[in-house]
């Protein structure tokens, strides 16, 4: 079975020397997130050197369950944790330059052992069709993790990277079941799901379906809407929107995430993470879909921007977010996206001749100055008024100009390809939210209506272009948002009817993390604020800010269908209650929500609907 096996034990040495260097050095989690940051990636002639022996079976575990991620239409990310403990590596620097590596806390040395995973992957549950399988190592330098980059033709070349493989040669929108187990022993680790994309030029023969989430809060409520999307089990890929993970420290809620403090060192990030993958509806979320992710703010910290946050600044934010994205990086089943560029996560997904599928950054990547300090910028510490003096100036960036003029590429080349939608992933609300006051003035100058001039030159685009069929999908806000992509005040656009619209944003509020009105807002007061939001601004079509929840999202080549869902009460227990609050569509060529039958005399069941009614769920 493994070739290795008749060599002579003089050859057998050298070629096992040999295909542990190259599975090392193939090992998606020892590299840098970045190409153009090579320091942050793991020197592996350390690793090798220094490596003596092997963990025993009875030494490691498969600590944090299994996950896959990033699916192209051959190939996909398989990811576990095979570790002698379920705490992470106590290392408080992120991987510079020739330092040791395992630079940790109180004298704290590097392990020498290195776990040994091996992994298949399957067309049937039973793994008796294995398709491809391999070989790899981690090692306490990227904290047992678990990310193979490229398959070789012999098993003990294959790679791990605390365990994330890329299984290629795989075939297009086709579902394959994988395992890992501890090398040469019969310990396993659960058997996981997953599925490809349809291959690029390909007609997809049905609608490709998503959960889409953001802001999920571990010690703030339960994360049924998690559970509730693995038990109806109806969706192909799961996307996040951001908020993966909060960094604050809180212990006044339900569950206390570790370490019990603000996250600020390689080892914090890790443990907050490895704290949330602890969660058993999350743990069955990713072994049976794929996720593609993107960051928000809190996976580094509240409210941050390129270079700073509410709370830090200057070189201690910078080495901050290396380790909050060192850590994300090796735990998320993320690839390291191709092209050379600064701690990039902004990335683009081909679905058939159906969809393309772009991930921003508008976060971390290169956003101008945000709103910090109390309340959206107001209150001790606030900027507000510096970020007022700047909201409209033309140099001031969300996305980062390297990001804007990739972004406007995307958007061409998938139009001229003739995909159908162009679906947008972006963290923070897109459209246009004013409180009816003051001019309608925007309440939240951290999302898009704080970059006023980014907004209109993608709007522009769009327009000159010609760009249609183009849906928004954001978080960040907690709460539920459904717009037409209207350019208020530079383009005609009919409220009741959509026309003038170049699109739809659909926008969904948090898995757990607590409505802006806080946990106990009563719902009757909630559906009045948003009927007086939904009337000041003509392109809101609904609004809801009691529920916490998910949305679906449908795509055809006819029309796109969303599913908003809330979860009742998910602050106070375990449940698998949820409730359809609304649903909408949008139909090809149209570039605005229909009106009938959801919008314009429909039916929702919580918040305000323009032209509709709402009725008690």
């Known amino acids: 079975m493994r070739r290795f096996l008749s060599l002579s034990s003089g050859l057998l040495a050298a070629s096992l020397a040999k295909a542990t260097s190259s599975s090392y050095e193939n090992n998606l989690a020892y590299s840098s997130p970045s190409r153009r940051h090579p320091s942050l990636g793991v020197p592996l002639s350390h690793v090798v050197k220094r490596q003596a022996e092997l963990f025993t079976p009875e030494e490691v575990e498969f600590t944090h369950g299994i996950a896959s991620g990033d699916p192209y239409e051959d190939s996909v990310i398989l990811w576990t944790r095979l570790a002698p403990t379920e705490d992470s590596v106590a290392s408080e620097f992120v991987p510079e330059g020739v330092v040791p590596v395992y630079d940790g806390t109180e004298g704290a040395v590097p392990e020498t052992k290195a776990a040994c995973v091996e992994w298949r992957i399957a067309t049937d549950e039973e793994l008796n069709n294995v398709v491809d399988q391999g070989r790899g190592y981690t090692t306490s330098d990227v904290d047992y993790t678990v990310k193979v980059k490229k398959i070789e033709a012999i098993d003990v070349t294959s790679d791990a990277d605390g365990v994330q ?3 290629k040669g795989l075939q297009p929108f086709t579902t394959y079941y994988y395992q890992f187990n501890v090398c040469d022993s019969d310990k396993v680790s659960l058997v996981g799901r997953t599925r490809t994309l349809p291959a690029r030029s390909q007609k997809v023969p049905r609608d490709v379906n998503f959960a889409v989430y953001s802001c999920s809060n571990y010690p703030e409520g339960y994360f049924n809407a998690y559970a509730n999307t693995a038990r109806k089990d109806t969706i192909d890929y799961v996307l996040h929107l951001g908020d993966y993970i909060y960094e604050y420290q809180d212990s006044s809620h339900l569950r206390t995430p570790q370490p019990d403090r603000e996250t600020y060192t390689l080892y914090d990030y890790r443990r907050r993470l490895g704290t949330y993958r602890t969660d058993e509806d999350l743990l069955t979320l990713h072994s049976i879909y794929p996720f593609i992710t993107v960051w928000d703010d809190h996976e580094v910290a509240d409210n941050s921007w390129k270079n700073g946050s509410h709370n830090s600044e200057g070189d201690v934010f910078l080495k901050r977010k290396e380790a909050a994205v060192r850590a994300y990086f090796e735990w998320m089943p993320l690839r390291q996206v191709d092209m050379d560029d600064t701690l990039r996560i902004w990335r683009n997904f081909s679905i058939g001749n159906l969809a393309d599928l772009m ?7 290169a956003r101008d100055l945000t709103v910090v300090g109390g309340i959206i910028g107001i209150g001790p510490g606030g900027n507000i008024g510096d970020v007022e003096d700047v909201v409209d100036d033309p140099s001031r960036t969300l996305m980062g100009f390297n990001q804007e003029a990739w972004f406007y590429d995307q958007l061409s080349q998938s139009s001229e390809r003739g995909a159908r939608w162009r679906l947008v992933g972006t963290q923070v609300v897109f459209s ?9 003035r925007p309440f939240n100058r951290d999302q898009w209506d704080g970059y006023l001039a980014n907004r209109d030159r993608i709007y522009q685009h769009l ?19 459904v717009s037409d992509l209207a350019w208020i005040n530079r383009r005609d656009y009919n409220k009741d009817t959509g026309a003038g619209s170049f699109g739809v944003e659909f926008a969904g509020t948090a898995v757990s993390s607590h409505s802006v009105l806080g946990r106990n807002f009563p719902n009757f007061l909630s559906k009045l604020l948003s009927k007086w939001l939904v009337s000041a601004n003509p392109e809101l079509q609904w609004q809801d800010l009691y529920y916490r929840g998910y949305f679906e999202l449908s795509v055809g080549y006819e029309e796109v269908n969303a599913r908003f869902f809330g979860i009742p009460d998910p602050y106070k227990r375990k449940n698998d209650d949820e409730i359809l609050l609304a649903e909408f569509k949008v139909y090809s060529g149209e570039n605005r929500l229909a009106r009938s039958p959801t919008v314009g005399g429909g039916v929702a069941k919580a918040g305000a609907l323009k032209n509709g009614k709402v009725v008690s769920p």
Do not use: P, V
């Open 165 to 167: 493989f890329e299984a």
């Open 359 to 365: 991930m921003l950054d508008t976060r971390h990547y």
């Open 432 to 440: 246009h939210i004013g409180l009816g006051i003051f001019n309608n």
């Open 463 to 481: 327009a000159d272009h010609s760009i249609n069929n183009t849906i928004i999908l954001a978080g960040d806000s907690h709460a539920s948002w």
